[in-house]
T-cell receptor, first 114, second 116 residues
Framework: DGGITQSPKYLFRKEGQNVTLSCEQN?????MYWYRQDPGQGLRLIYY???????QKGDIAEGYSVSREKKESFPLTVTSAQKNPTAFYLC?????????????FGPGTRLLVL | GESVGLHLPTLSVQEGDNSIINCAYS??????FIWYKQESGKGPQFIID?????DKRQGQRVTVLLNKTVKHLSLQIAATQPGDSAVYFC???????????????FGQGTILTVHP
């Protein structure tokens, strides 16, 4: 069963704590993305990666970090520097031929601050 | 209707009616467009796409129309059902010659509510 998985579904963060959101895909896609979605708003790009061991900042990268050690995995760390982390986080992947094809999304992780 | 980057409009219809959701895009060089459906608490789901060399594409109960002259995209859903209730948003990919070449930009969405 091919697709994108994200875990956990819900994540609670304490003040000053770093937390890591998992994203795995078995679609053999080259490109992976992280978006943040706030209530009633569109998707905002945090980071994206077009190839293993390489990634670029998106529009709102401050307070976040990523790694891309394997093609299948693109974890996102929300650091203590992110002062307003409560949001719905979406991971996506796509075939990238130098231009982006359709992005397919995971089920999302909702991050809440305690 | 919806504009990439602006407010979140709503559309309310009766079950069995046809629904039309609109999207105005800004980049005349965009060469590829996608419609997504997002149910509450879930990730967006691909519905249908269209390339700029086409003006119409049909899927199962859905049709996408592209008017490049006025930079307008629409999604038509036939015989709308309660299960179609969701947020629908479009995405455009920047075409050659533009600053966002090859990259997808997402609109904010339209809330569709279907009443039984």
């Amino acid at each position: 069963d091919g697709g994108i998985t994200q875990s956990p579904k819900y994540l609670f963060r304490k003040e000053g704590q770093n937390v890591t959101l998992s994203c795995e895909q078995n679609l053999n896609h080259d490109a992976m993305y992280w978006y943040r979605q706030d209530p009633g708003q569109g998707l905002r790009l945090i980071y994206y990666s077009q190839i293993v061991n390489d990634f670029q900042k998106g529009d709102i990268a401050e307070g976040y970090s990523v790694s891309r050690e394997k093609k299948e995995s693109f974890p996102l760390t929300v650091t203590s520097a992110q002062k307003n982390p409560t949001a719905f986080y979406l991971c996506a992947s796509s075939i990238d031929r130098g231009y982006q094809e359709t992005q397919y999304f995971g089920p999302g992780t909702r991050l809440l601050v305690l | 209707g919806e504009s990439v980057g602006l407010h979140l409009p709503t559309l309310s219809v009766q079950e069995g009616d046809n629904s039309i959701i609109n999207c105005a895009y800004s980049n005349s060089a965009s060469d590829y467009f996608i419609w997504y459906k997002q149910e509450s608490g879930k990730g967006p789901q691909f519905i249908i796409d269209i390339r700029s060399n086409m003006d119409k594409r049909q899927g199962q109960r859905v049709t996408v129309l592209l008017n490049k002259t006025v930079k307008h995209l629409s999604l038509q859903i036939a015989a709308t059902q309660p299960g179609d209730s969701a947020v629908y948003f479009c995405a455009e990919r920047g075409g050659a010659g533009g600053t966002s070449y090859g990259k997808l930009t997402f609109g904010q969405g339209t809330i569709l509510t279907v009443h039984p």
